[in-house]
């Protein structure tokens, strides 16, 4: 019975013991900081692709054998060098017969030119004839024509002379050689190589027509060169350029929305590589990349610290610190936020207070005990864990 009479007594004082120990626990405690403005660095990302400044196909221009191959795939050229020729002995045989055809119609003029000075000169004289001076200008003058004829002749056999040396039309890298020596080649069978100039490179991106405008009013005034293009390769690793827009498509895709921009970007050799090397320089025509548009001069925003925005399907909001230590649930619209960073736009003042720690013991309207934030954490040395 005194053993019952124990149990009874127990669950008697429990909820009331359980009642002075949450009383003197108080309101949880919280790391609360202050919204201020502060210079901030505004970042835009968009998808974007790599695409040479020149990309020339090397095609014949004449018919001919491909005899001799001066270039390695996959090499750097510059401007005239000397990457392929063809059978050059029927092109330097035809040059020779305009040649001929050329001397032979400036003997015939020469003499046409001395008929008609003596012609001119008979004529005041009784053995002089009109009908002789005109035949004799009227030959003089086809034998001209003639000869301009022949001259044209030669020189369009001059320049299918020199179309059997193909030289680089413009610095940049050789692809593969797609036709060997022996091949016949003609100016239907297809490019040779294809030539893609190296540095610079474009970039090319879509934007959205809302983002457009919103980059628009952001630089008002200002300009593309208000923003610096940064690239991050598809390793995640930044780009270690940084380059500018140089044109806007003054057109909208009917398709998808968006208006292509184009950014041009230096594309150095890599350290310690040689510029025929493969692999020599990070960026590649074709490749996809992640553009990110950042102002040059930051601007002043609201930030808070990014741990203190919670979300939900309502979209994201803070607990702000109102009288007599109330939470106050408020609905925020963040701009262009970094990981540490969150820039709000509208919902907050500068000044307000906004817990930013121990969110998860907080309710809507529930008091709280505000303190400092515990320290960021510190991350260690390279090489330590």
Do not use: W
Request: net charge neutral; proline share 8%; charged share 20%.
């Amino acid at each position: 019975m005194r053993a019952y009479r124990c149990l009874a007594l127990l669950v008697l004082l429990l909820p009331a013991a359980a009642a002075r120990a949450q009383m003197g626990a108080g309101p949880p405690a919280v790391g609360v900081v202050a919204a201020h403005e502060q210079p901030v660095t505004e970042t835009t990302e968009f998808v974007g692709r790599i695409q040479a400044i020149d990309k020339v196909d090397l095609v014949s221009r004449v018919t001919a054998f491909l005899d001799e191959i001066h270039v390695s795939e996959g090499a750097e050229v510059q401007k005239g060098d000397l990457l392929f020729v063809l059978e050059r002995g029927p092109f330097e045989a035809d040059v020779a017969v305009r040649q001929a055809t050329v001397a032979q119609d400036q003997a015939l003029l020469r003499n046409a030119t001395i008929t008609l000075g003596r012609a001119q000169a008979l004529l005041n004289t009784p053995a002089g004839q009109r009908s002789a001076v005109d035949d004799a200008q009227a030959q003089q003058a086809s034998l001209g024509a003639q000869m301009l004829s022949a001259q044209a002749q030669l020189r369009a056999s001059q320049i299918n002379l020199a179309y059997t040396e193909i030289r680089a039309p413009v610095a940049g890298k050789i692809s593969r050689i797609l036709i060997t020596t022996g091949n016949v080649v003609t100016p239907s069978s297809g490019p040779l190589a294809t030539i893609y100039s190296q540095d610079p490179m474009y970039v090319l991106f879509p934007v959205s027509v809302r983002a457009a405008l919103d980059l628009r009013k952001r630089y008002e005034g200002k300009g593309p060169r208000a923003v610096t293009v940064k690239l991050r390769l598809p390793d995640g690793s930044l780009f270690g350029q940084a380059g500018t827009i140089d044109y806007i498509e003054p057109t909208v895709s009917s398709s998808t929305d968006t208006v292509i921009f184009r950014a041009r970007i230096a594309n150095p050799l890599r350290p310690n590589a040689r510029a025929n090397d493969p692999g020599s320089r990070e960026l590649i025509d074709g490749e996809f990349v992640t553009v990110q548009l950042e102002g040059v001069e930051p601007v002043l925003a609201l930030g808070i610290p990014r741990a203190a925005v919670l979300t939900d399907q309502q979209g994201s909001y803070v607990y702000v610190l109102g009288p007599g230590n109330h939470a106050e649930q408020r609905r925020i619209v963040l701009g262009q936020s970094t990981p540490a960073t969150a820039i709000v736009l509208s919902g907050l003042h500068d000044g307000e207070t906004v817990i930013a720690d121990g969110l998860q013991r907080v309710r809507p309207g529930a008091v709280v005990n505000p303190g400092p934030p515990p320290p960021a954490p510190v991350a260690p040395p390279p090489g330590k864990s």
